[in-house]
């Protein structure tokens, strides 16, 4: 299709349906060349040897983009998928040729210093498919390194003064399959040194057998995974929580529906120090929605699913200001990945909570017709 010897830049573009990427440009210096992904608003970059190149133009022409143009310092090659599929090339001289780019040895990926660093030997993320086995991250999975390393950076940014000596004790409900409460495990203990007990619950007696397998597999001796249902626990599911010297977090990514407000109500209930939650499945305000003086947005389907989405959240966010915890709700991952995108961070502060907000929470309240669960939790808790 074209030949890619001595070319040093390629630009792809015309991104065919099923792409989440906007363009590509591959860049060399040396034996080395740089991927970089464009979404609307990111960009993840990825390294890779000169022998891989051809792979990578075949995972990606014809794949997610239609539109191919590569300079070699003489000529610009151009080549195009057309409407039948058939794969059109041609290349002209062109004397305003892009200029090379000489990398230094550590300046890949310099646009970003994440928490977990390409080359580090991490099993979890060679198992999960991010990392290849040398170390390097995937070409397909840069956005998935991306977002797991965002998640890890709004956990340091509330844990990262914590003195050394401290315990950490993590709840993590609703755990499914998901590897990132490994990784939560490994930014801890290896990268912070510091001691930490995680517990995983869910009700899947199957994800609980292979994540322990997993567990032991890794060698995490102080990560555990129960079965157990979030909206059933008294207690905190592992011993020294609350202790002297401990700081206690409360996890929650992707719990349908009601099981989000279970969760947030443990952690308010527990005095978890930290509460980090990804809502999904907000279908519960949604099904209550019935507005006295704001009828139009229920007139449309997508409207009401969206506000019943963000009332739910919101209210969320309110009532753990009341309850004593300084909440914030963040943009986790772009939009284009996925509609829940929203993560509520809270923070256990010293003193009463923000009584105001019970005012805000009725007016919301009584305006939809509403009666939400961690509301009803809250006013019926000792």
């Not at 997610?64 to 794969?87: P, R």
């Not at 999960?128 to 998935?144: E, P, Q, W």
């Not at 950076?153 to 509330?158: G, I, K, M, N, Y």
């Amino acid at each position: 299709m074209l030949d890619i010897s001595g070319v040093h830049k390629i630009i792809l573009s015309q991104p065919l349906k099923d792409s989440k990427h906007t363009r590509a440009t591959i860049e060399a210096s040396g034996d080395m060349f740089q991927l970089s992904m464009y979404t609307a608003k990111q960009v993840f970059h990825s390294n890779f040897e000169k022998s891989q190149l051809q792979p990578v133009l075949d995972g990606l022409f014809g794949v997610e983009f239609s539109q191919l143009h590569a300079w070699d310092g003489e000529y610009e090659h151009m080549a195009k998928v057309s409407k039948k599929g058939k794969i059109l090339t041609s290349k002209k001289k062109n004397t305003n040729q892009p200029r090379k780019t000489n990398f230094s040895k550590g300046s890949f990926n310099r646009q970003k210093n994440y928490i977990l660093s390409e080359g580090t030997n991490i099993p979890v993320l060679v198992d999960m498919g991010v990392f290849t086995k040398d170390g390097k991250v995937a070409i397909a999975m840069g956005d998935k390194f991306g977002q797991i390393n965002r998640f890890l950076e709004l956990l340091a940014d509330e844990t990262s003064q914590l003195p050394e000596g401290t315990k950490v004790n993590i709840v993590d409900f609703g755990c499914g399959k998901s590897y990132l409460t490994f990784l939560v495990y490994h930014y801890f203990t290896v990268i912070r040194g510091l001691d930490v007990n995680i517990v995983g619950l869910d009700l899947d007696e199957h994800v609980v057998n292979t994540c322990t397998a997993a567990a032991v597999k890794y060698g995490y001796s102080s990560l555990r995974f129960l079965q157990g249902d979030i909206g059933k626990q008294i207690e905190p599911p592992l011993q020294g929580w609350g202790d002297t010297d401990s700081f206690n977090i409360v996890i929650s990514l992707h719990a349908c529906d009601t099981a989000t407000d279970h969760a947030l109500f443990n952690a308010i209930k527990w005095n978890a120090d930290l509460i980090y939650a990804v809502p999904c499945c907000q279908h519960e305000i949604k099904k209550q929605m019935k507005p006295q003086g704001l009828a139009i947005f229920n007139r449309y389907g997508i409207i009401k699913e969206r506000i019943a989405s963000l009332t739910t959240d919101a209210i969320r966010a309110n009532l753990l200001e009341v309850s004593g915890y300084k909440a914030q709700i963040i943009e986790f991952i772009d939009m284009e990945h996925t509609p829940k995108n929203l993560l509520i961070r809270a923070r256990r502060r010293l003193g009463k909570g923000n009584a105001g907000g019970w005012d805000e929470i009725e007016k919301v309240v009584e305006e939809f017709s509403l009666s939400p669960t961690l509301l009803n939790l809250l006013k019926t808790a000792p």
